[in-house]
C-alpha cells in the first residue's frame, strides 16, 4: 500500500524545485506568454511572486507549478524528479529530499506505533513524540526521516523530568491524517488490520517498547494504555501475530482509568522475543532474564499441551509410549493424564493383551475425548 503526497494534499503543498529546472521552466514560460505579466494573469498571480518563484526566493505552490508544467507540456514525472523540497505556506520548506510516496513499510508501521505509544497527534496535527529514553527518539527521528525524507526536526529537553520531546513538522500530520481515515482519533489504522504480519509486528514492537513493561517475577508481559479501544485494538493485533492475551482489565490511578492486557505462558513468551524485535535494551534484557527463569523443560500446562499435540497425532496410545515420546518420568506422565482425565480432556480404554510369555495382563491405553479432538 502506498500514496502519493502532491495527490494526498496538494492544495497546501509548497515545493522547492531544482535550481536549473526552475529557472528554465520561467524562462520557456516568459517566452510563451510573452511577458511576466501575462504569465501572472494566466496563473492567477502576481509580477512580484513570480519574480521570487523564478529566483528561488520563496516556495512555489505545488498547483501553479503544477500548471505551468502542464501548459509547457512537462510530464508530471520529470516534474516529480526536480523536486527537492516539500513545505507549507508560511512554515517554509521543512522536508528536503523528500519522499514522494509514502509506502506502508516497516518503518512507518514502527512510527505509527510509537505515535499511538508515547506520541502525541495535537489538534493542528503536529506529531510529538516524548520519551526519555534516547534511544527511542532517536529511532522515532530516525524513521521518521525514512518515511518522508530529511525532516527539520524541533526538539527539546525538559530538565524537570529528563525527558526528551521531538515534533515532525505538521506537514507530516497532515499527511498521515489523508493516509488513514481514524488517524486523528489515535485508533490503529484499519489498514494494519489487513495487512503484511510484518508490519502488525513492528507497529506492536514500537508500542511495546514505549508502554510494554517485563514483569519476571510474576512471569507476565504488560501494556498499559489510558484508552481502552486502543488496548482492545492491540489484543486483536497480537493475535494476528499468534500471541494470546489476556482479556482487558481496568485499574484506577489518580482517580484515572487505565486499561491493561497481560501475557503468560512461556510458549507466548518465546514467541514474542521470536517475532517482536525490541528496542529498550532494559526490557530486552529482562525478558531473557524471565525466559531463563525456567528450570523445567515443561511446567505443568505446558506439558499438558504437549500431550494433547500427541494425541491428536495417535488413536490409541499408552503412557510408557507418551513417556517415550516426550522424555519424562512414567509417574508424571500418569499424573497428567489422571488430570486430563479429571478434566474431561482424554479418556482411558482398558484393554487385554498377552506378553511375551503369554500372559494375559491389562493395558491402559489413552486418546483424546471426542468432542475435543473436533
Not at 91 to 102: A, D, H, M, S, Y
Not at 209 to 214: A, I, L, P, W
Not at 347 to 370: A, F, I, M, P, S
Request: proline share 2%; aromatic share 10%.
Amino acid at each position: 500500500m502506498k500514496w502519493s503526497i502532491i495527490k494526498l494534499v496538494p492544495e497546501i503543498l509548497y515545493i522547492k524545485l531544482e535550481d536549473i529546472f526552475r529557472k528554465d521552466i520561467f524562462f520557456r514560460a516568459s517566452l510563451k506568454f510573452s511577458s511576466y505579466r501575462k504569465l501572472a494573469k494566466e496563473l492567477n498571480s502576481t509580477i512580484t511572486s513570480i519574480y521570487f518563484w523564478k529566483e528561488g526566493i520563496m516556495s512555489c505552490p505545488f498547483l501553479v507549478i503544477k500548471k505551468l508544467a502542464t501548459l509547457l507540456g512537462i510530464d508530471e514525472n520529470e516534474l516529480k524528479k526536480n523536486i527537492v523540497g516539500i513545505g507549507m505556506r508560511g512554515r517554509g520548506i521543512r522536508i528536503k529530499n523528500p519522499e514522494l510516496v509514502i509506502n506502508f513499510d516497516k518503518s512507518l508501521a514502527r512510527l505509527l506505533g510509537h505515535i499511538y505509544g508515547d506520541g502525541s497527534i495535537h489538534y493542528n496535527k503536529v506529531i510529538s513524540y516524548t520519551n526519555k529514553n534516547l534511544k527511542l527518539t532517536n529511532e522515532f527521528k530516525n524513521l521518521s526521516k525514512d518515511v518522508f525524507g530529511n525532516l527539520s526536526i524541533h526538539e527539546e529537553f525538559r530538565l524537570d523530568d529528563e525527558t526528551n520531546n521531538i515534533y515532525l513538522p505538521k506537514l507530516c500530520g497532515l499527511i498521515l491524517d489523508k493516509c488513514f481515515k481514524n488517524f486523528n482519533k489515535k485508533r490503529v489504522p484499519l489498514e494494519l488490520f489487513n495487512s503484511n504480519p510484518e508490519l502488525v509486528v513492528e507497529f506492536l514492537a514500537a508500542i511495546f517498547d514505549d508502554e510494554g513493561c517485563v514483569k519476571v517475577n510474576s512471569k507476565e508481559l504488560a501494556i498499559v494504555l489510558k484508552d481502552k479501544k486502543m488496548i482492545e485494538d492491540v489484543s486483536y493485533l497480537f493475535l494476528i501475530a499468534g500471541i494470546k492475551t489476556s482479556c482487558v482489565s481496568e485499574e484506577r490511578k489518580n482517580k484515572k482509568s487505565y486499561w491493561r492486557i497481560r501475557i503468560y505462558r512461556r510458549k507466548n513468551f518465546i514467541k514474542f522475543r521470536k517475532q517482536i524485535k525490541l528496542k529498550h535494551r532494559n526490557k530486552i534484557k529482562s525478558l531473557n532474564k524471565l525466559l531463563s527463569s525456567y528450570t523445567l523443560r515443561f511446567t505443568k500446562y505446558e506439558l499438558e499441551e504437549a500431550i494433547i499435540d500427541k494425541l491428536k497425532k495417535y488413536n490409541l496410545v499408552t503412557a510408557s509410549e507418551l513417556t517415550r515420546e516426550l522424555n519424562i518420568r512414567i509417574d508424571t506422565c500418569c499424573k497428567t493424564l489422571a488430570r486430563l482425565e479429571n478434566k474431561n480432556i482424554v479418556e482411558k480404554y482398558r484393554r487385554e493383551q498377552l506378553d511375551n510369555l503369554k500372559r494375559r495382563h491389562t493395558v491402559n491405553l489413552w486418546c483424546l475425548n471426542g468432542h475435543y479432538s473436533n
